[in-house]
């Protein structure tokens, strides 16, 4: 699992993700608005829009405002406009990052993701310089001690996951980005809850971070993820999950 993804679900683990749950609701928000503004406001015609609503539903955003971000997005309310950017860059250690954005002023964005790299020994890179390093594909993971195996196995893979693998605490479950929602569903279905479910940029390979890199590496996740205008973070470092702990203690 990439270390992001182990980042991820030692948050969702400790609760830490629940501290911040107006930062998840603005982005979630953002995301609903643009995939509306797109591809329409009918989550039966919209896949895209129909998986944030999962989501924000998972999160148990309230449905007056899910309903109100899709008319935002459909012109039937004003609202603000946003565009969506992706920086490539490098962190601590030659890591690879991908950064997702929605923003209402470019400029702004990137002077300040070029900044907080640059505070964290990092550097924003040029367009393509690290995309090829990761390929995109449906993820969800599940902790091993809320569901089990040969139910979840079965189920993931007559969805049409490509991959169910063991990585320490939890299941990963891989699949092609359209069958996510199918995979998803089927897993839920089962009345579990994923610590994780979403289409991500998986790393090809990856950079294993210790000690100082390490810390560095983390703090500057913690800092990127706390910008107002980051949706996600996609990374190929491998850090060890006492350390990312100690991390979020």
Known sequence: MSGHSKWHTI????????????????????????A??????????????????AEAKASN??????????????????????????????????????IEAMTDNKNRTVGEIRHMLSKHNGNLGAENSVA???????????????????????????????DVSDDGGVWEIVSPPEVF???????????VEPASAQVAM??????????????QMLRL???IEDHDDVQKVWANFDIEEKEIEASLA
């Open 11 to 34: 948050k969702h683990k400790k609760g830490a993700a629940d501290a911040k749950r107006g930062k998840l609701f603005t982005r979630i928000i953002k995301e609903l608005t643009v």
């Open 36 to 53: 509306a503004r797109q591809g329409g406001g009918d989550v039966d015609t919209n896949p895209r829009l129909r998986t944030i609503v």
């Open 61 to 98: 955003m309230p449905r007056e405002n899910i309903e109100r971000a899709i008319r935002r997005g459909t012109g039937e309310e004003p609202g603000v406009v946003y565009e969506e950017v992706t920086y490539e860059g490098y962190g601590p250690g030659g890591v690879a990052l991908m």
């Open 132 to 162: 090829w390093m990761f390929t995109r594909k449906g993820q969800v993971l599940v902790e091993k001690d809320k569901v089990d195996e040969e139910r979840l196995l079965s189920a993931a893979l007559e969805a049409g996951a490509e």
């Open 181 to 191: 929602d199918a995979v998803r569903d089927a897993i839920t279905a089962l009345e």
């Open 202 to 215: 998986i790393p090809q390979n990856f950079v294993k971070l210790e000690g100082k890199d390490a810390q």
């Open 221 to 223: 996740m913690e800092a």
